[in-house]
Nanobody
Framework: QVQLVESGGGRVQAGESLRLSCAAS????????MAWHRQAPGKQRELVAS???????RIEDSVKGRFAISRDAANHTLYLQMSSLKPEDTAVYYC?????????WGQGTQVTVSS
């Protein structure tokens, strides 16, 4: 089992930045993939960024150039640095981890960007 706890969300103005954190606990040594997803009101959950065990990362086109994903492997923490935020980035952001046994989700953290 893997437990994930997100933090760092909040309410900001357009153009500002936020850094989200996701603290993982449990069988973290078996994690092969981690990602950030988001879900805006009335919309489906979408992938934002991902990183694998080797450190290779991918940023989705919708946020490329503004968001960056990173991890602190020693402390089992995943980050999402969000810059130049836009009102359309408003969503609940979820951390996801995958190991050989399944996929795990955090409870989400709300990000609200006002214009």
């Amino acid at each position: 089992q893997v437990q994930l706890v997100e933090s760092g969300g909040g309410r900001v103005q357009a153009g500002e930045s936020l850094r989200l954190s996701c603290a993982a606990s449990g069988t973290t040594d078996k994690i092969i993939y981690m990602a950030w997803h988001r879900q805006a009101p009335g919309k489906q959950r979408e992938l934002v960024a991902s990183i694998n065990k080797s450190g290779m990362s991918r940023i989705e086109d919708s946020v490329k150039g503004r968001f960056a994903i990173s991890r602190d492997a020693a402390n089992h923490t995943l980050y999402l640095q969000m810059s130049s935020l836009k009102p359309e980035d408003t969503a609940v952001y979820y951390c996801n981890a995958t190991n050989a046994y399944g996929a795990y989700w955090g409870q989400g953290t709300q990000v609200t960007v006002s214009s």
